[in-house]
């Protein structure tokens, strides 16, 4: 019993890490619209003369190790939360499939309740935000890691919805692990826009994509909220 118990948890884990990932992706429909032109406007503090995929996969690194910290730290506050309150891992994972229909909403724009999420984040923001200028210009892609790094902390909905998973996660480790793959889920489209590729960017624009993955990840987040209650 114990057995199966660990093996049914690990593919929970797993189960987990590659919603992620397809969270992420999907998200591809909101980050083009939110940090496509932030992306395309690192271009221009990025030295001519040099190749611009350093940088780009500086800053993303960056972005994504951030993802990576505060999925860490929110799992680890949902582990201390599931120690003392027996009852809170249930209640967690609740929260995280509702947020994740919330998501699914917001990325459909069925309903954008998520804005008033976003609006909590950007006092943190407004006060990190200037450090980010002592970066630029970029005179190496060293720099554009840390700019990154501050970016990545830019209020979202997006970013806030997966968060809620890390939280319930039980570990900061599982919680650090589902944060990783969800940024790197967001990757292809952020390269994407910094390449300039307007065919994938005007694929993720489109309102049958926008609506169809919108329509998957409700279908899995009304999954996730069955599951939570049943």
């Known amino acids: 019993d114990c057995l199966l118990s660990r093996g049914l948890g690990d ?10 990932f397809f969270i992420g992706i ?18 221009t503090v990025t030295p001519s003369n040099e190749p611009a995929l350093p940088y780009t996969l500086a800053y993303n690194f960056g972005r ?5 910290l505060a999925g860490a730290i929110t799992g680890a506050v949902g582990q201390m939360a599931t120690e003392f309150v027996p009852i809170a891992k249930p209640v967690l994972s609740l929260i995280s499939g509702v ?7 917001y990325l459909g724009k069925w309903w ?3 804005n008033y999420i976003e609006a ?26 840390p700019y990154g790094f501050i970016w990545g902390w830019l ?25 990783l793959f969800f940024g790197l889920g967001t990757l292809p489209t952020l390269l994407a826009a910094s390449a300039g590729s307007q065919y994938l960017i005007a694929g993720f624009r489109h309102p049958v994509v926008r609506q169809c993955f919108s329509v998957i990840v409700a279908i899995y987040a009304l999954f996730l909220i069955y599951a939570a209650i049943s």
């Open 120 to 145: 909590m984040g950007r006092g943190l923001f407004k006060a990190i935000q200037p450090i980010s200028k002592r970066f630029l210009p970029f005179k190496s892609p060293v720099y554009a890691l």
């Open 11 to 20: 593919v929970y884990k797993r189960q987990n890490i590659f919603s992620a």
């Open 26 to 43: 999907a998200g591809g429909v909101h980050c083009v619209g939110m940090c496509g032109g932030i992306v395309a406007a690192l271009r």
């Open 112 to 114: 954008q309740g998520l």
């Open 99 to 105: 947020m994740l229909l919330l998501l699914a909403c």
């Open 155 to 179: 209020p979202c909905g997006l970013v806030y919805s997966t968060l809620t998973w890390s939280l319930a996660s039980g570990s900061a480790v599982d919680g650090a692990a589902i944060m």
């Open 64 to 68: 994504i190790l951030s993802y990576t």
